[in-house]
């Protein structure tokens, strides 16, 4: 049986919307669930709802990080703040994923210290679904490492396709570099120096892929740095909004238009489901030791419990072993990260490493937003 721990102090709704999202758990699905923040607060919105007990537990800490606290503030100042403490059962073996919303620094930084970095793997990155007209793809990484390395990018595809075969079910991903042009030629020096790596050592590489055809189909998995990722995640996110403001400015101006809104109310939200970042649930903190999904800080409990759902599926696809699999198939036959670097930018120094990366990157709060 998969047992999840739920950061209940993390979101911006805590402690009542991880509380819901944990009971429908219990109620659609085997799945065991441990909360963890302050005892007496989650005992008493549980005693608010009538909950029962069961494969409901609770593991109690006083400490939970605020929007003011840096994201390292849980390495020093609050040591057992409720993020940190879901991590840690996790790394204990006493839950087999953690899911929080909110502070994806925090997290990020928790679980690092928890969990560790899986053997071969440089940096972890934000995997996040994104909708297309059949299916998904994965963009990564989504704002964990907003200074990459060539060689980075190469294990951000690795680490998709993993994800893409285990989890969405992709038996050939297909992988494209994000740039601002088809022609391999394009991009920057990071993308024209990790397309040649690409091209030389990920089957299934199909090139460059422009923004406009960022949910066409034409790959399942989508690499970028954490800078470019975030800033795609958070323009897609507002062009949603404005489309549907100005939908309804649009429909509020006349009575006809009004009718046809409400002849075509499913259409609607048969759209608003497909498009709505609740429904896709978190994002992944890929390359851990361990199964971490991070939702948007403003998530609702639909949102936790989608989450909920595809933290399960990645514990029982063996997601984590099959990454460590992957990685150590590389190193034995020579392919892995451990080979000298391949480009002047290998070369290079590292950047700065974690947890000053997910302190800093624009990803501070939200699941990347």
Request: proline share 7%; with cysteine; aromatic share 4%.
């Given at each position: ?143 964990a490492n ?52 690409l091209e ?127 990685f150590a ?41």
């Open positions: 049986m998969t047992t999840l721990a739920l950061d209940a102090m993390g979101g911006d709704f805590a402690p009542r919307v991880p509380v819901e999202a944990a009971l429908r758990v219990l109620r659609e699905t085997p799945c065991e669930i441990v909360l963890v923040g302050d005892g007496r607060t989650l005992e008493a919105e549980l005693r608010r709802r009538g909950a029962p007990v069961g494969r409901l537990h609770i593991e109690h800490t006083p400490e939970a990080l605020t929007a003011g606290d840096a994201p390292t503030a849980l390495l020093r100042e609050k040591p057992r703040a409720s993020v940190r403490m879901a991590c840690a059962l996790v790394a204990q073996g006493h839950a087999d994923a953690v899911i929080g919303a909110g502070h994806t620094g925090a997290l990020m930084v928790a679980a690092k210290h928890e969990l560790g970095t899986l053997p071969g793997i440089g940096r972890p990155a934000i995997a996040t679904p994104l909708p297309l007209r059949r299916g998904s793809s994965v963009l990564l990484d989504s704002g907003v200074d990459c390395k060539p060689h980075y990018l190469r294990q951000f595809a690795q680490m998709g396709q993993v994800y893409a075969r285990v989890v969405g079910g992709v038996s050939s991903p297909r992988v494209a570099l994000l740039s601002n042009g088809g022609e391999p030629g394009k991009g920057n020096e990071l993308v024209r120096q990790a397309y040649a790596l030389e050592s990920v089957p299934g590489f199909v090139g460059n892929l422009e923004g406009r055809d960022l949910f066409r189909g034409r790959a399942d998995v989508l690499v970028c740095d954490g800078f470019v990722g975030n800033l795609v995640l958070k323009t897609a996110e507002a062009a949603d909004v404005q489309m549907r403001l100005l939908m309804k400015e649009a429909i509020a101006r006349s009575p006809l238009a009004r009718l046809g809104a409400l002849l075509m109310r499913g259409v609607f939200l048969e759209l608003q489901r497909r498009t709505d970042y609740r429904e896709v649930g978190g994002s992944l903190l890929l390359g851990l030791n361990g199964v971490a999904l991070v939702c948007h800080g403003a998530s609702n409990a639909r949102t936790l419990f989608n989450a909920s759902l595809v933290a399960a599926r990645c514990v029982e696809g063996r997601l984590v072993p099959a990454l460590a699999a992957e198939r590389q190193a034995a036959t020579g392919e892995g990260p451990g080979e000298l670097p391949t480009t002047p930018a290998d070369a290079a120094p590292d950047p700065p490493a974690d947890p000053a990366d997910a302190a800093a990157g624009p990803a501070s709060r939200g699941g990347t937003g």
